[in-house]
């Protein structure tokens, strides 16, 4: 543990041990503060003592130069210069503002893994629709036995009062409607080899964010989430294709298979948790996508608090160079073309409950109070050993208008092996934005019609 976390005092008094039965929405004079002293999603407007972290504007919603709409993106802060970097010689000096798992990353791989840190810049914004329906949750929305109720169209938990709502925050996150991925993924084996284990396009839809939908209606179904991997290499996996269909109530996901060799559609039977998922040819579980992707019920979630902390931010530099090998390290990224930013993020630490079976005992998650996405987590294993550390990338997207994720890494203590998601380079378009797909995309009658080969 980071004997050096700070704390705020504020953050400490609303500190909760575990997940709450229920958990009831803010008050309307709570809510307000959304348009005052807070962001419209719930992040502190005002910058920090010593103005490392600036005040928050609005967000970057202007175009950005050098984006082509539904190909490559730019990089608004591509002349901007690493104001210090942080190494494993001095790490210590830093001590107070890195997570468990970059100290251990500077620690285990002191020659090649480093943070270049940049000036911040506070990019998080969405639409207005969005942010009107964050209020509106703000005084209605509940958590109830770890799924969220009364909830749509925006962050459910904007004023949360526990680990579990920040958690549900990053789960809910902005992101788009419908948009697509055409991605490369690779496992780094110990001895530093990168092995391509996917190529193909993801296809993403979330109901939750439809622009002219409602609460109402929404319920009827609570599927939130709609996702559609499909493999075009490498030639081994080609032809293999994955269907996810995820509910409010994690119980009730669903998620279905095409294996080439079977020539047929498989229903997976748990899509959750610490199940090794196909997507990544089983490297990861599927609660590790992204950071985190899993079921609340399944830990009890502890808010810590709110620290300063240089996280990943802004990574459109990432997206510029047009080859994977240009961005793959022998055991992680390149850090030639990682940005790193001092934030305020939310500190939630979630220990497993008790008659609940996980791989991970603990965790602990870094989640940025403007996006609400999740960028660093840690897993301990059950010997009390730092085992894994999970990073998101994020990217400035202001045709959404967002700062959304976009590759995602894992690397495993325990064996040296890694794995990086979701690159984008060498792909000629890069998350881009799509009209709303037919329901019949999302079905598994869809999945055997595009994985046949």
Request: aromatic residues 10%; contains cysteine; charged residues 20%.
């Amino acid at each position: 543990m980071n004997k050096h976390l700070p704390l705020r005092a504020a953050a400490l008094a609303m500190a909760v041990a575990a997940c709450l039965p229920a958990v009831a929405a803010v008050s309307a004079d709570e809510a307000a503060k959304l348009k005052t002293d807070l962001t419209p999603f719930g992040a502190e407007k005002a910058g920090n003592k010593d103005g490392s972290i600036p005040a928050w504007t609005g967000g970057q919603t202007t175009p950005i130069a050098g984006d082509k709409p539904g190909g490559r993106r730019g990089d608004p802060f591509k002349d901007e210069k690493p104001l210090y970097t942080v190494t494993a010689q001095n790490a210590a000096q830093y001590a107070d503002k890195l997570s468990d798992g970059v100290q251990a990353m500077l620690k285990k791989y002191p020659d090649s893994f480093r943070l270049d840190v940049y000036r911040t810049h506070r990019t998080a914004a969405a639409p207005q629709w969005v942010y009107d329906n964050t209020l509106k949750n703000a005084t209605r929305a509940k958590l109830v036995d770890g799924v969220v109720t009364e909830a749509y169209g925006g962050l459910p938990f904007p004023i949360p009062k526990g680990g579990a709502e920040v958690i549900a925050n990053h789960v809910l996150r902005w992101r788009g409607t419908s948009w697509q991925e055409p991605v490369t993924q690779y496992q780094l084996t110990a001895d530093g080899k990168a092995v391509l284990s996917t190529e193909g396009v993801i296809d993403q839809q979330v109901p939750y964010y439809m622009p002219d939908g409602n609460l109402a209606d929404f319920v009827k179904a609570n599927e939130y989430s709609f996702v559609k991997l499909v493999n075009s290499g490498p030639p081994i996996r080609a032809g293999e294709a994955i269907l996810g269909r995820n509910q409010l109530d994690g119980a009730k996901d669903q998620a279905w298979v095409y294996l080439t060799g079977q020539r047929r559609v498989r229903k997976l039977p748990n899509p959750c948790c610490d199940t090794p998922t196909p997507a990544t040819a089983g490297l990861m579980s599927f609660d590790e996508i992204e950071v985190f992707a899993g079921r609340l019920d399944r830990f009890d979630w502890k808010l810590v608090g709110k620290q300063e902390l240089l996280i990943p931010y802004n990574g459109n530099r990432l997206l510029q160079p047009t080859t994977d090998a240009a961005v793959l390290g022998a055991h992680h990224l390149n850090p030639d073309h990682v940005r790193w930013e001092l934030h305020r993020v939310w500190v939630v630490e979630a220990t497993l409950r008790a008659g609940q079976r996980h791989q991970a005992a603990r965790s602990r998650y870094y989640c940025d109070e403007d996006t609400w996405n999740c960028v660093l987590g840690d897993r301990w294993d059950a010997n009390g050993q730092l085992w894994k550390t999970l990073s998101a990338q994020t990217f400035v997207a202001p045709d959404l208008p967002g700062t959304v994720i976009g590759a995602f890494t894992m690397n495993d203590f325990a064996n040296g092996s890694a794995y990086i998601g979701n690159l984008f380079n060498s792909r000629s378009a890069q998350y881009p934005l799509k009209p709303r797909f037919a329901d019949s995309v999302f079905t598994p009658e869809a999945l055997a019609g595009e994985g046949v080969r």
